[in-house]
């Protein structure tokens, strides 16, 4: 038995998320069907976490296990691609210690969120950024940001479904990022913004659920200081709305050194 | 009778090119489906010329007349957007004089071009960049570049199938241009870059058979005054291949100021 370490990038938009589902299309359902065509077996791959419809992926992580396959791992990356979809792609691929777990050795994960500030719609940002109206508090936004930071209890931005253990969690980064302006005549397509944050780990939809949060300070219905209040309520409701899909990507997945992988 | 310029920007990839054909999906055949519903009645949309399937817009210029719509244009534009799919949208809808024309009017376009050098393909690159491996002189492409620049005869770039009057043209720039580092870990996609050139018009696909040329040049198969001599041949075998479609971008077209119109 090999045990593999996958990173992989995606473009989610026609995908039924990251997991396996009867009669969907999903990324891990396409990893799967490529290497029963290329070891012969029944393969299941475990990835570093699920996905949601619409998410895309800079680098997620997967690992999974086969005695069938002799060459390189390298090879079997490449070999993996030949039978991948043009949107998804294994970056790399390298043997990993037996015990390596793909979610369970994980210690943290960088995630983006891309936004356009009003202006027309793009034809080739719609997949990938969500356009909001009315965001002209950009330095509330950054304000805002930093009260993000630290060990705190992520209750107000836990989506319903997928309950955990506790819901305390270290954010190490939340950045604020003013992008580049685009190759179009100035103030077309709006300003484009990202947000960045790294935690040891995530609840459900809590990125998207702090964005939808940072949006309504963005917009002036609150002020920075509100983020302090939706953390003492322990309550979804007293937090933002969530932030659509399209705008998220899962942009790093980080392992201790002693799990004996990097990538 | 009124008289409209639009400017449109559309991804290419899923459409049959821009010029209505019959059983296709052309980007010219959707202008003209939202002009149905908006008018009544048929309108012809007359491009500044037309792109191939998979080649996409930054802006195209394109005019029609109908009597049919009493509010302004701005808000045709906007009601156009309505009926269109996510891939293609009016930027800019203005009255224009009533003999302004979008093809015979236009003095100039610029195109861009762009290209990933070796790598991993991306998921999110793929529809909008040529990958081409082995391109490694990238001081010989950028000396290319600017032999192309002046009125010269193109003749040995244009392709079959569109004879013109003249195959005579001025390039007024070949711009090399490296683009910034991907978000990915260095040299995972390998390098990125583009070509942009305007002129005065353009033969049927004569940036996509420069940029052929250029790659064999930036392969090292070919040195820079190369291109010389295979303007001298007047004969499209002495060229490079033709660059696929995906890596171009219609970026501009520029109108007199005489045509009272402008974006």
């Given at each position: 038995?090999?045990?593999?370490?996958?990173?992989?990038?995606?473009?989610?938009?026609?995908?039924?998320?990251?997991?396996?589902?009867?009669?969907?299309?999903?990324?891990?359902?396409?990893?799967?069907?490529?290497?029963?065509?290329?070891?012969?077996?029944?393969?299941?791959?475990?990835?570093?976490?699920?996905?949601?419809?619409?998410?895309?992926?800079?680098?997620?992580?997967?690992?999974?296990?086969?005695?069938?396959?002799?060459?390189?791992?390298?090879?079997?990356?490449?070999?993996?691609?030949?039978?991948?979809?043009?949107?998804?792609?294994?970056?790399?691929?390298?043997?990993?210690?037996?015990?390596?777990?793909?979610?369970?050795?994980?210690?943290?994960?960088?995630?983006?969120?891309?936004?356009?500030l009003g202006g027309i719609r793009s034809v080739f940002d719609f997949r990938y950024r969500w356009r909001?109206?009315?965001?002209t508090h950009l330095e509330a936004i950054e304000e805002a940001c930093g009260r993000f930071v630290g060990t705190k209890d992520f209750a107000s931005f836990q989506g319903a479904g997928s309950p955990r253990r506790t819901t305390i969690r270290t954010i190490k980064a939340c950045e604020f990022i003013r992008e580049l302006p685009s190759d179009m005549p100035l103030g077309l397509h709006g300003e484009r913004i990202s947000i960045e944050i790294e935690s040891d780990g995530f609840l459900y939809n809590m990125v998207r659920n702090i964005?939808?949060?940072?949006?309504?300070?963005?917009?002036?219905?609150?002020?920075?200081?509100?983020?302090?209040?939706?953390?003492?309520?322990?309550?979804?409701?007293a937090a933002g709305p969530t932030a659509p899909p399209q705008g998220l990507f899962l942009k790093r997945v980080d392992y201790p050194d002693s799990c004996g992988v990097s990538f």
């Open positions: 038995m090999r045990t593999f370490k996958i990173t992989v990038g995606y473009d989610g938009t026609d995908f039924a998320g990251w997991q396996i589902q009867p009669r969907q299309t999903t990324i891990q359902g396409m990893l799967e069907r490529a290497l029963v065509k290329l070891t012969g077996e029944r393969v299941p791959v475990t990835g570093s976490g699920r996905t949601d419809s619409g998410v895309h992926a800079l680098a997620q992580v997967a690992s999974f296990q086969t005695p069938n396959w002799r060459a390189s791992a390298a090879e079997l990356g490449r070999a993996m691609n030949v039978h991948l979809p043009a949107t998804i792609v294994v970056l790399h691929c390298a043997d990993a210690p037996d015990n390596f777990h793909a979610i369970r050795d994980a210690i943290g994960k960088r995630y983006r969120y891309q936004l356009q909001v109206k009315g965001v964005v939808g949060t940072l949006v309504e300070i963005g917009k002036g219905k609150q002020s920075p200081t509100w983020v302090d209040e939706v953390f003492v309520a322990k309550d979804r409701d």
